[in-house]
């Protein structure tokens, strides 16, 4: 079997800023919340059988006790904060499994869930959905590969190597160094994604990178400038690695069969028709019927 694993904050950020807005009957901002559930059913219908959605059900975590500057929800749009708990209660009357992260962040719980699957022998083959480069350093050969379902790009191992010049294991590394805009950490002074894959791509892990740049045997332009700002900087780059590693202990997962998609809960069709989409619910009943038939 196959599982996917969707990033419910990154599906409703996009979908906040491409769909239209819509109110519900009570006037509350919902159309991120379509959005998301109809790309869930879309994934569905599409064949998709054991599902997860992971969300930041508080956008802060314990890294914003490690770092300032982490990412926070402050400056987030109201009425897209607005909908990330009803987003969240959407997606489970729809039948699937919702992990909402308070400690932790999404990124962990699907991190969390496809190490723990990946040692099922059931599980075929596991789908991160989701562009964010973070997710990278949980691919692993062919059988966990992350899916970008808005560029239908889906990428293993040796892609993520070809796209960044490191394999997955060294994505922290690689981000410690070039820093993370969207995560709120800046990365290494004078060190960009060229020379990282280079010298990363050489050495592996920050600690191998000689603190010398004469010890190098790789040709690097500016190779003296960037060892001296690595050694200048190494705590924060410690710390920045520490920021980007995703936690695989932040989710206790029961089993593949806990994820598997059985129709929507009795529920659905109210909530449904609330947001202005009733036909959802039919066409979300009918496919759990031709499934069980």
């Given at each position: 079997?196959?599982?996917?694993?969707?990033d419910?904050?990154?599906?409703?950020?996009?979908?906040?800023?491409?769909?239209?807005?819509?109110?519900?009957?009570?006037?509350?901002?919902?159309?991120?919340?379509?959005?998301?559930?109809?790309?869930?059913?879309?994934?569905?219908?599409?064949?998709?059988?054991?599902?997860?959605?992971?969300?930041?059900?508080?956008?802060?975590?314990?890294?914003?006790e490690?770092?300032?500057g982490?990412?926070?929800?402050?400056?987030?749009?109201?009425?897209?904060?607005?909908?990330?708990?009803?987003?969240?209660?959407?997606?489970?009357?729809?039948?699937?499994?919702?992990?909402g992260?308070?400690?932790?962040?999404?990124?962990?719980?699907?991190?969390?869930?496809?190490?723990?699957?990946?040692?099922?022998?059931?599980?075929?083959?596991?789908?991160?959905?989701?562009?964010?480069?973070?997710?990278?350093?949980?691919?692993?050969?062919?059988?966990?590969?992350?899916?970008?379902?808005?560029?239908?790009?889906?990428?293993?191992?040796?892609?993520?190597?070809?796209?960044?010049?490191?394999?997955?294991?060294?994505i922290?590394?690689?981000?410690?160094l070039?820093?993370?805009?969207?995560d709120?950490?800046?990365?290494?002074?004078?060190?960009?994604?060229?020379?990282?894959?280079?010298?990363?791509?050489?050495?592996?892990?920050?600690?191998?990178?000689?603190?010398?740049?004469?010890?190098?045997?790789?040709?690097?332009?500016?190779?003296?400038?960037?060892?001296?700002?690595?050694?200048?900087?190494?705590?924060?780059?410690?710390?920045?690695?520490?920021?980007?590693?995703?936690?695989?202990?932040?989710?206790?997962?029961?089993?593949?069969?806990a994820?598997?998609?059985?129709?929507?809960?009795?529920?659905?069709?109210?909530?449904?028709?609330?947001?202005?989409?009733?036909?959802?619910?039919?066409?979300?009943?009918?496919?759990?019927?031709?499934?069980?038939?």
């Amino acid at each position: 079997m196959r599982v996917h694993l969707i990033d419910g904050t990154y599906e409703l950020f996009r979908h906040f800023y491409a769909v239209p807005k819509r109110a519900d009957a009570g006037g509350n901002e919902v159309g991120a919340v379509r959005g998301v559930l109809n790309s869930v059913f879309g994934l569905l219908r599409d064949g998709a059988t054991h599902v997860a959605l992971a969300t930041d059900h508080v956008v802060e975590s314990f890294r914003n006790e490690l770092w300032d500057g982490y990412k926070h929800g402050e400056g987030i749009d109201p009425d897209l904060l607005a909908q990330f708990h009803p987003m969240e209660d959407a997606v489970r009357a729809l039948g699937v499994t919702v992990w909402g992260m308070v400690e932790f962040e999404a990124d962990d719980a699907m991190a969390a869930a496809a190490a723990k699957l990946t040692a099922d022998s059931a599980v075929e083959q596991i789908f991160i959905c989701t562009p964010d480069k973070d997710l990278a350093q949980c691919v692993v050969g062919d059988r966990v590969v992350q899916f970008d379902r808005r560029a239908g790009e889906v990428r293993n191992a040796t892609a993520i190597e070809e796209k960044f010049g490191v394999p997955p294991a060294a994505i922290p590394d690689y981000l410690a160094l070039v820093g993370d805009t969207a995560d709120g950490f800046p990365g290494v002074p004078g060190w960009g994604a060229k020379s990282v894959a280079t010298v990363l791509g050489r050495y592996g892990t920050l600690e191998a990178i000689p603190q010398d740049c004469a010890q190098w045997d790789i040709k690097v332009r500016g190779a003296e400038r960037l060892a001296g700002a690595l050694r200048e900087h190494w705590d924060n780059a410690v710390l920045f690695r520490e920021l980007a590693t995703l936690r695989t202990d932040a989710l206790h997962v029961d089993g593949v069969a806990a994820l598997q998609w059985n129709g929507p809960t009795a529920e659905f069709a109210e909530l449904a028709e609330r947001l202005g989409v009733p036909a959802l619910a039919s066409r979300a009943s009918r496919l759990a019927e031709a499934r069980q038939a």
